[in-house]
């Protein structure tokens, strides 16, 4: 059983790939892979019950928690730092790496996400990305976040398949690749 | 000058998978489809958008007994960038 919640481990996995951010862009981060994760699979990543918060879709009670956990073991470090009048808090992974327990479309999700969003500033983010996706429309301030909405538009059996398309990447990675013109010459000879 | 085209097994299934749903009477023609939408990837993949986790993603149509199809696929680019591996291939939607 793994050391931390699911939800420390996804704050944790997103915090490696995009070091050095706020609360802000962390808690949108989780937010964004859910999202992803239920459009390509159907479920999500982290275990976090969205509401629209003042500053977008957040769930306080789960996230603080869940960054007291990593903090308390010693996963991660926060430090304040001043912005003007403000102070944020910077959050760093430590060298201590937790035992990860995602799938692979899991891990490809949140890493996607990470790097995708880690040049954009919080502001920047929550106004671009996060305010336009389609569960936050037409919300009220406390209204939960209908993440539902997003599970697989499409469960086509033919249709985009994560999963599939990363073992396809992992084989070409490996070299197992084929020319298409002999694929192709195949399917004439077998369909003409 | 056009790049070279591969493909992964798993795409090969793919593919084998949407030819076998369609009428066998429209297989042919399908086939033709597929290999014309390629080449002009091949020729130009800049045709490719960015979907899927970012991934270079082509859809493409072509018609089959007379009936529109509208078919994807993601790819990626050789290490020497010489050549399109095609890693997934799936329905993109009903025409």
Redesign the interface.
Known sequence: MPELSRNALVLRYLLEVAPSVGHTKLAKFAYLADLEARKYLARPISRFRYVRDQHGPFDAKAFFAARDELVRKGYMTETPVECGPYVEYQLQPTSRVPEYDFTVPEAEVLSYVARTYLSKTARDLCEEIVYQTPPMQNLKLGDEVPMDQMNGESRDKLGFNLERMLAGEASAEAGRLRPMAEVVNELRARYH | MSY?????????E??????E?LP?AR??DA?EG??TA?QKLAANPLLAARQ????PTYHFQFTAGGVGYHW?C?F?FSEDEKSI????F????AL
Request: aromatic share 2%.
């Open positions: 070279e085209l591969d493909i992964t097994d798993e795409a090969v793919d593919l084998e998978a949407l030819l749903s066998s297989r042919a086939v597929v290999d390629l899927h986790l970012g991934r994807g993601t990626r591996q095609i890693t997934h799936y329905r993109a939607s």
